[in-house]
């Protein structure tokens, strides 16, 4: 494998040394970016509070030749929904739990090399796979980023990782036997870089992640059980997989064109770009004075980032069928982790019979929070715009397949998203309304918004974000949440 990374590196080298001799000339470099102020109005002011954010994102691109562009972005924030900072810092690739304010993190940063049939990319890289409009079931490659999930647009919610992909497009006669547009991308991960994840007392901090404040274990042989366990929660980073080339991520996507439609097939195998977490519980004994046949404990419960492999096959499709776009998109995931709600950690540790005994026996108990299980997700999804009004309308669903466990999603989980959106004012002034439905899972999620552009630099948006229904499920938990917001934008 370094052999195979090391002939990429001489290739990319080689080809851009040919280019230089033959180049007209360097043209100067392309510098953009943008100045983002964002802030919000809580609806319950018992829930956490955001502090207004501040975010820069700067890019420099070089073509250092023909077919050779080098391009360097990095990313600065402070505020926002940071908490007790530890002070200014970098955002590294190997910690989920990471709360530096002002901090900075670097983008997509690569070497991109390309010629009639091949492109090569080395490099920081944030990828796209799939064509739904919500969440996209063939879209894994990058770990996301949950600071503030619902109003981070979907490039910035990702985490650039380093890769080297490799696109070829072949042409020749032998191509007649292809589809129209063949094209095959390979992209490789050569390590794992974590997810992203809010601290315990941050404002999108997940509720199902926030263990109960007690915990009772029954009376048990040989123990000086009944026991009532109080329940003292913490964070901790864990060291990411070891940075060699068996951790790493890879995924294979073949695109064409057949009759009219675009279609795609995608294979993953790699670690999963959603959390999963181990529980770690440490016990200190404590003898009640009053009660002295009962013990009563300090339950340290340590919240502990698990890092998972799995698989998944899939594919998804594009065509017009008259004003109606229509696509569509699946994917087999095997043995994808899906998590607990762990506000039911009684009723989890009651079904581990071990873990139980153990606690018991007033030992060191590790609780996976996630249980691992062969799933599909798919989607259906179709826009039509008349008279400037676009409506797209999409349904999802997943499927876990031979599940026993009661889960934070349920067993059958379909959402419907609902999207219109129009423009006024010469397409100045953008009315933008998103809703969402969890049929089974029972919550309702409606954002609105409307975006100005005061000029071809400046533009302004102001919105509501309305979450109602079961807080036993992966959004309906957020229901405190609800707020109004309001932004500018400077780009350049």
Same mark, same amino acid.
């Given at each position: 494998?370094?052999?195979?990374?090391?002939?990429?590196?001489?290739?990319?080298?080689?080809?851009?040394?040919?280019?230089?001799?033959?180049? $007209?000339?360097?043209?100067? @470099?392309?510098?953009?970016?943008?100045?983002?102020?964002?802030?919000?109005?809580?609806?319950?002011?018992?829930? @956490?509070?955001?502090?207004?954010?501040?975010?820069?994102?700067?890019?420099?691109?070089?073509?250092?030749?023909?077919?050779?562009?080098?391009?360097?972005? $990095?990313?600065?924030?402070?505020?926002?929904?940071?908490?007790?900072?530890?002070?200014?810092?970098?955002?590294?690739?190997?910690?989920?739990?990471?709360?530096?304010?002002?901090?900075?993190?670097?983008?997509?940063?690569?070497?991109?090399?390309?010629?009639?049939?091949?492109?090569?990319?080395?490099?920081?890289?944030?990828?796209?796979?799939?064509?739904?409009?919500?969440?996209?079931?063939?879209?894994?490659?990058?770990?996301?980023?949950?600071?503030?999930?619902?109003?981070?647009?979907?490039?910035?919610?990702?985490?650039?990782? @380093?890769?080297?992909?490799?696109?070829?497009?072949?042409?020749?006669?032998?191509?007649?036997?292809?589809?129209?547009?063949?094209?095959?991308?390979?992209?490789?991960?050569?390590?794992?870089?974590?997810?992203?994840?809010?601290?315990?007392?941050?404002?999108?901090?997940?509720?199902?992640?926030?263990?109960?404040?007690?915990?009772?274990?029954?009376?048990?042989?040989?123990?000086?059980?009944?026991?009532?366990?109080?329940?003292?929660?913490?964070?901790?980073?864990?060291?990411?997989?070891?940075?060699?080339?068996?951790?790493?991520?890879?995924?294979?996507?073949?695109?064409?064109?057949?009759?009219?439609?675009?279609?795609?097939?995608?294979?993953?195998?790699?670690?999963?770009?959603?959390?999963?977490?181990?529980?770690?519980?440490?016990?200190?004994?404590?003898?009640?004075?009053?009660?002295?046949?009962?013990?009563?404990?300090?339950?340290?419960?340590?919240?502990? @980032?698990?890092?998972?492999?799995?698989?998944?096959?899939?594919?998804?499709?594009?065509?017009?069928?008259?004003?109606?776009?229509?696509?569509?998109?699946?994917?087999?995931?095997?043995?994808?982790?899906?998590?607990?709600?762990?506000?039911?950690?009684?009723?989890?540790?009651?079904?581990?019979?071990?873990?139980?005994?153990?606690?018991?026996?007033?030992?060191?108990?590790?609780?996976?929070?996630?249980?691992?299980?062969?799933?599909?997700?798919?989607?259906?999804?179709?826009?039509?715009?008349?008279?400037?009004?676009?409506?797209?309308?999409?349904?999802?669903?997943?499927?876990?397949?031979?599940?026993?466990?009661?889960?934070?999603?349920?067993?059958?989980?379909?959402?419907?998203?609902?999207?219109?959106?129009?423009?006024?004012?010469?397409?100045?002034?953008?009315?933008?309304?998103?809703?969402?439905?969890?049929?089974?899972?029972?919550?309702?999620?409606?954002?609105?918004?409307?975006?100005?552009?005061?000029?071809?630099?400046?533009?302004?948006?102001?919105?509501?974000?309305?979450?109602?229904?079961?807080?036993?499920?992966?959004?309906?938990?957020?229901?405190?949440?609800?707020?109004?917001?309001?932004?500018?934008?400077?780009?350049?």
């Amino acid at each position: 494998m370094r052999a195979w990374l090391g002939g990429i590196a001489c290739w990319l080298v080689l080809h851009a040394a040919l280019d230089v001799g033959v180049a $007209a000339a360097i043209e100067p @470099p392309r510098i953009s970016g943008t100045l983002e102020t964002y802030g919000i109005l809580r609806f319950d002011w018992q829930s @956490p509070r955001q502090r207004p954010l501040g975010r820069v994102d700067l890019a420099i691109e070089q073509k250092i030749a023909d077919r050779t562009r080098v391009k360097l972005s $990095a990313i600065g924030s402070w505020g926002g929904t940071i908490e007790n900072s530890s002070g200014a810092g970098l955002i590294d690739f190997g910690h989920a739990f990471q709360n530096p304010d002002p901090s900075l993190q670097l983008g997509q940063a690569y070497v991109d090399h390309s010629t009639d049939t091949i492109d090569v990319r080395v490099g920081t890289q944030v990828f796209t796979w799939g064509r739904l409009d919500g969440s996209r079931p063939n879209d894994q490659l990058n770990p996301r980023i949950y600071l503030d999930p619902f109003l981070t647009d979907e490039v910035a919610a990702k985490v650039p990782v @380093p890769a080297v992909s490799v696109a070829y497009a072949p042409e020749g006669a032998w191509t007649e036997a292809l589809p129209e547009e063949s094209r095959l991308t390979f992209v490789w991960v050569p390590f794992m870089v974590p997810w992203r994840f809010p601290l315990e007392d941050e404002r999108w901090f997940a509720p199902a992640a926030r263990v109960n404040q007690s915990i009772n274990v029954g009376p048990e042989v040989d123990t000086r059980c009944p026991c009532s366990f109080l329940v003292d929660q913490t964070l901790g980073n864990v060291g990411a997989p070891a940075r060699t080339f068996d951790n790493g991520s890879f995924g294979i996507r073949y695109t064409a064109r057949s009759y009219g439609v675009d279609w795609a097939i995608t294979y993953y195998d790699g670690f999963d770009s959603t959390p999963s977490f181990d529980l770690k519980l440490q016990i200190d004994p404590v003898v009640r004075d009053d009660v002295p046949d009962v013990l009563e404990t300090n339950l340290d419960v340590r919240l502990r @980032p698990a890092f998972e492999r799995y698989r998944s096959i899939g594919a998804d499709f594009e065509t017009a069928i008259g004003a109606v776009t229509v696509r569509g998109e699946g994917a087999f995931r095997f043995r994808r982790p899906y998590s607990f709600d762990l506000r039911a950690l009684q009723s989890l540790i009651e079904q581990n019979q071990a873990a139980v005994d153990q606690l018991a026996a007033l030992q060191q108990v590790d609780v996976p929070a996630f249980v691992k299980r062969d799933a599909i997700d798919w989607g259906l999804g179709a826009d039509y715009t008349t008279h400037g009004l676009l409506t797209l309308l999409e349904l999802q669903q997943l499927v876990l397949l031979h599940n026993d466990q009661r889960l934070l999603v349920r067993d059958v989980d379909t959402r419907i998203a609902l999207v219109l959106q129009k423009s006024f004012l010469e397409e100045r002034l953008r009315a933008r309304v998103t809703a969402l439905w969890g049929i089974e899972s029972g919550y309702e999620l409606v954002r609105g918004e409307l975006t100005y552009d005061f000029s071809d630099h400046v533009s302004g948006r102001v919105g509501i974000l309305g979450i109602w229904g079961s807080a036993n499920s992966l959004i309906g938990q957020y229901e405190a949440n609800s707020e109004a917001y309001a932004a500018m934008r400077y780009s350049f």
